[in-house]
């Protein structure tokens, strides 16, 4: 019912920033609650931030500060906006979506990023 595509990873230095963009299609994007997912080679995938439809926004106490993600309904689109990166923030991110006390969430492919000098 919902699609995701994640865009805007890559190579960047430890203090640089980078954009993720995760574009959404095939629903009511409005009504969706949206988060941003991370997974370092051999480690679990874990929450970053979330935003919900409402706009309330969260975050893990590891980017709090440097992170900020937000939504634009118009465009059907939630970004993650990444500054003051470091090293422990390679990993592949993912975008996902979810409706309040519903059990099905929709993942994209991933985007990578690496932190590295």
């Known amino acids: 019912q919902v699609q995701l595509v994640e865009s805007g990873g890559g190579l960047v230095q430890p203090g640089g920033s980078l954009r993720l963009s995760c574009a959404a299609s095939?629903?009511?994007?409005?009504?969706?609650?949206m988060a941003w997912y991370r997974q370092a080679p051999g480690k679990q995938r874990d929450l970053v931030a979330s935003?919900?439809?409402?706009?309330?926004?969260n975050y893990a106490d590891s980017v709090k500060g440097r992170f900020t993600i937000s939504r634009d309904n118009d465009k059907n689109t939630v970004y993650l906006q990444m500054n003051s990166l470091k090293p422990e923030d390679t990993a592949v991110y993912y975008c996902?979506?979810?409706?309040?006390?519903?059990?099905?969430?929709?993942w994209g492919q991933g985007t990578q990023v690496t932190v590295s000098s």
């Open positions: 996902n979506a979810k409706r309040s006390f519903r059990t099905v969430a929709y």
């Open positions: 095939g629903s009511i994007f409005s009504i969706y609650n």
């Open positions: 935003i919900t439809s409402g706009g309330s926004t």
